[in-house]
């Protein structure tokens, strides 16, 4: 663990994004990355809420990010299926600087299991920087284990969708 700590650390230092299974118990765990992302907050936000811009395909039910969205009226993160739709999450909070998230991702929805998910954005150094800092919370029930079957996993994905949205963001290509 000090060797982890310690990489995250230089990677801060050299202005690298910062990603962690931050805390972990039996409980639950949290997952957090922060990135500097080269576009001013209100770019972020709105790029944040053309989720099926950025969110890899692979990590939908209908195999098509395209069918993702993120409606702020209806305070819905939702997919349209062939037959139906998901409710990944609900839009809690929507403000200029974060936008709040509750719900379980993915495979999660079949287990007892529920969490937070946020985005924080923090204007940088510049105004034409970003500082965000995404967090996802989770607690609950889960057999064999919530935390250890699936905080590593959970904050891979979460680390992958990260990675997507600033590369959309500052290329105009999803990583």
Request: aromatic share 6%; hydrophobic share 45%; with cysteine.
């Amino acid at each position: 663990m000090k060797t982890v700590l310690a990489a995250l650390a230089v990677l801060s230092l050299a202005g690298a994004a910062r990603a962690a299974v931050a805390d972990q118990s039996p409980q639950g765990f949290e997952s957090l990355h922060t990135v500097t992302i080269a576009a001013p907050p209100a770019k972020v936000r709105a790029a944040i809420l053309e989720v099926g811009r950025w969110w890899n395909p692979a990590h939908s039910w209908s195999g098509d990010a395209r069918n993702l969205s993120i409606d702020l009226a209806t305070g819905c993160f939702c997919e349209t299926l062939k037959a139906g739709f998901v409710r990944h999450m609900t839009v809690v909070y929507a403000g200029d600087t974060a936008l709040r998230l509750s719900g379980a991702l993915g495979p999660l929805q079949f287990t007892g299991a529920s969490g937070h998910l946020a985005f924080n954005l923090k204007a940088g150094a510049d105004a034409a920087t970003t500082v965000l800092t995404v967090t996802y919370d989770v607690g609950g029930y889960a057999k064999g284990g919530l935390a250890e079957q699936w905080a590593k996993p959970v904050d891979g994905v979460i680390g992958e969708q990260v990675g997507r949205l600033k590369a959309l963001i500052e290329t105009g290509k999803p990583g």
